[in-house]
Structures are given as C-alpha cells and as structure tokens.
T-cell receptor
Framework: AQTVTQSQPEMSVQEAETVTLSCTYD???????LFWYKQPPSRQMILVIR??????QNATENRFSVNFQKAAKSFSLKISDSQLGDAAMYFC??????????FGDGTTLTVKP | GAVVSQHPSRVICKSGTSVKIECRSL??????MFWYRQFPKQSLMLMAT?????????EQGVEKDKFLINHASLTLSTLTVTSAHPEDSSFYIC?????????????FGPGTRLLVL
C-alpha cells in the first residue's frame, strides 16, 4: 500500500520569507502523480501544485515550486515570498492515476507578519 | 477551474436517523467521484470510490451497508449515512475528476460537517 509521510506537523515562516514543507512517499509504481493541497480554515481543499512522476522537471506555480526527487521518493514544497494568505494546512498527496489519492497527515503553516 | 458542490454544508441529526449528502459536479461530467472523511486536524481518509452506473468500491474497514453510495448520473453522487451514531460525526468531502487520463485533476467539494447527537 502507498503511504505518504509529512514529518513536520507545524511550520512557521516570516512574511516575505521562504519556507519548505517536506513530504516522502512509498510506492512500487513507476508512473504516478503527486500533489500539494492547501486547506484553509474554510476547509475547502485547494490544489496548489501537481507533479507527474514521468516528468523530470520540477513543477512550479508562481510562488510555489516543488523539489521532486523520484529515486529518494521525496516531494517537498517551497513557498517563496510567503504571504499571510498562505497560512493553512498543507497536504501532500499521492495518486496512481490522478484519481483517488492517499494523503499525508498535513503540515500546519503559520505566517508571521 | 471546475466546480464541485456539496449539500448540505452542515447537518445535525439525532442518533439512529439517516443523513444524505449530495456531491455535484456543476460544469463537467464525472464518471468517478471519491468520498473522503476528515476528523478535526487530521488527514483525509478515502472511504469509497463512486462509479456512475455501477456499485461503489469501498476501502478496507468502511462498512458499505452503513455508508450507502449512489452515483445515478454523471454529475451527482450521494452518500447516505444510515442509522447515524455520534462516532459518525465528521467532515465528509467529495471529489470529482475533470480532464480525463493523464490530464485529470481532482476538484473537491466544500465539505459537509455532520454532527450526530
């Protein structure tokens, strides 16, 4: 079974600074998808970034970028120029086919003004 | 992006009653939808895969007779919690895929908060 591990239950960052959230996963598949989702207090899940395992290039979305290390099964999220609105719970997720997903336990990010 | 709605957003019911939660894809068709359960400050746990026109696929440990899933159309899946008990109180979230194949992206509903008294 696939597992997703987020080793940082909580992280904090100063506004305008950079923070990296860690995620590791376990799978025997060679093709799969990885995601980072943001869940603000409203609890609406918002897709932050997506990475397809067959793509070597790290995905980026504006201030959000990932460091995807396939051999190490590591998928970290870097948030640059952190903003107060980035404060939320962040979930790393694995999916074998972009359908159902296995989620990590989440990292609560606090942004300090 | 695509929109997924859930209704109701919150519901309070008495122990022993049944509660139905709807998940709709508003501007796309979804042959498959997923139902998750989330306890406070915890992760999302997949409960079942809802398949349009066929039986749902339940994850290990999820009682199919307690959590009835019906996916009658390409835009609607329902989750019915039967004979609800206080331990069923939770946040239920659905997701539906749009795009298909390698381009598929899951869009999540806003969730339904269930409180069983």
């Amino acid at each position: 079974a696939q597992t997703v591990t987020q080793s940082q239950p909580e992280m904090s960052v100063q506004e305008a600074e950079t923070v990296t959230l860690s995620c590791t996963y376990d799978t025997s598949e060679s093709d799969y998808y990885l995601f980072w989702y943001k869940q603000p207090p409203s609890r609406q899940m918002i897709l932050v970034i997506r990475q397809e395992a067959y793509k070597q290039q790290n995905a980026t979305e504006n201030r959000f970028s990932v460091n995807f290390q396939k051999a190490a099964k590591s998928f970290s999220l870097k948030i640059s120029d952190s903003q107060l609105g980035d404060a939320a719970m962040y979930f790393c997720a694995y999916s074998p086919n972009a359908g159902k997903s296995t989620f990590g336990d989440g990292t609560t990010l606090t942004v300090k003004p | 992006g695509a929109v997924v709605s859930q209704h109701p957003s919150r519901v309070i019911c008495k122990s022993g009653t049944s509660v139905k939660i709807e998940c709709r894809s508003l501007d796309f068709q979804a042959t498959t939808m997923f139902w998750y359960r989330q306890f406070p400050k915890q992760s999302l746990m997949l409960m079942a895969t809802s398949n349009e026109g066929s039986k749902a696929t339940y994850e290990q440990g999820v009682e199919k007779d307690k959590f009835l899933i019906n996916h009658a159309s390409l835009t609607l899946s329902t989750l019915t919690v039967t004979s609800a008990h206080p331990e069923d109180s939770s946040f239920y979230i659905c997701s539906a895929g749009s795009g298909g194949g390698t381009k598929e992206t899951q869009y999540f509903g806003p969730g339904t908060r269930l409180l069983v008294l």
